[in-house]
T-cell receptor
Framework: AQKITQTQPGMFVQEKEAVTLDCTYD???????LFWYKQPSSGEMIFLIY??????QNATEGRYSLNFQKARKSANLVISASQLGDSAMYFC?????????????FGTGTLLAVQP | DAGVIQSPRHEVTEMGQEVTLRCKPI?????LFWYRQTMMRGLELLIY????????DSGMPEDRFSAKMPNASFSTLKIQPSEPRDSAVYFC??????????FGPGTRLTVT
């Protein structure tokens, strides 16, 4: 079964420190994509970063990087130099089937609180 | 581009009433998705369209829910009759093939 697992319901981090949000996935598809979205308290879903299953290098977008370990089926999000505005719910998602359908399977999310 | 547009942003209705949620995807996006988010069930995919054609409606909870996409720039999600358990935030998202989905601001539905 295709599934995304986020085992951390909530996380705390001090401002300016780095934090890692865990995500593991389960799929038998040889080609798939992995995404992270941020949902602040205002409710909108904001795309952060994408990693393709055949990408050789880990994706990075500014302070966001994706620690992709294919053999372990993990796609952890690393946020460097945390800011107060990073406090939000973070969702990991997978696009299976080589993107043939473009649909996403979401995890249950991790609530991150950045403390001053 | 204005992004994905959803209306209304908030809807409060009484049980048994018909509710229609509206979505305008980003111009040029071939895919349109409807999601429902609740505390209990998280983010659920209800239905998605490709080039205005419904592809997978397996997430639609029951016959009270229906969705249409009459053209490339408009979609509706209708609940008739509505029930209190339908209270949730409903998101519309759109994308081009192989790329990330862009979400609308959501419609917060409360059924009393």
């Amino acid at each position: 079964a295709q599934k995304i697992t986020q085992t951390q319901p909530g996380m705390f981090v001090q401002e300016k420190e780095a934090v890692t949000l865990d995500c593991t996935y389960d799929t038998s598809d040889p080609s798939y994509g992995l995404f992270w979205y941020k949902q602040p308290s205002s409710g909108e879903m904001i795309f952060l970063i994408y990693q393709g299953s055949y990408d050789q290098q880990n994706a990075t977008e500014g302070r966001y990087s994706l620690n992709f370990q294919k053999a372990r089926k993990s796609a952890n999000l690393v946020i460097s130099a945390s800011q107060l505005g990073d406090s939000a719910m973070y969702f990991c998602a997978m696009r299976p089937e080589g993107g043939a359908t473009n649909k996403l399977i979401f995890g249950t999310g991790t609530l991150l609180a950045v403390q001053p | 581009d204005a992004g994905v547009i959803q209306s209304p942003r908030h809807e409060v209705t009484e049980m048994g009433q018909e509710v229609t949620l509206r979505c305008k995807p980003i111009s040029g996006h071939d895919y349109l998705f409807w999601y429902r988010q609740t505390m209990m069930r998280g983010l659920e995919l209800l239905i998605y369209f490709n080039n205005n054609v419904p592809i997978d409606d397996s997430g639609m909870p029951e016959d009270r829910f229906s969705a249409k996409m009459p053209n490339a720039s408009f979609s509706t999600l209708k609940i008739q009759p509505s029930e209190p358990r339908d209270s949730a935030v409903y998101f519309c998202a759109s994308s081009t093939p192989g790329y990330e989905q862009y979400f609308g601001p959501g419609t917060r539905l409360t059924v009393t």
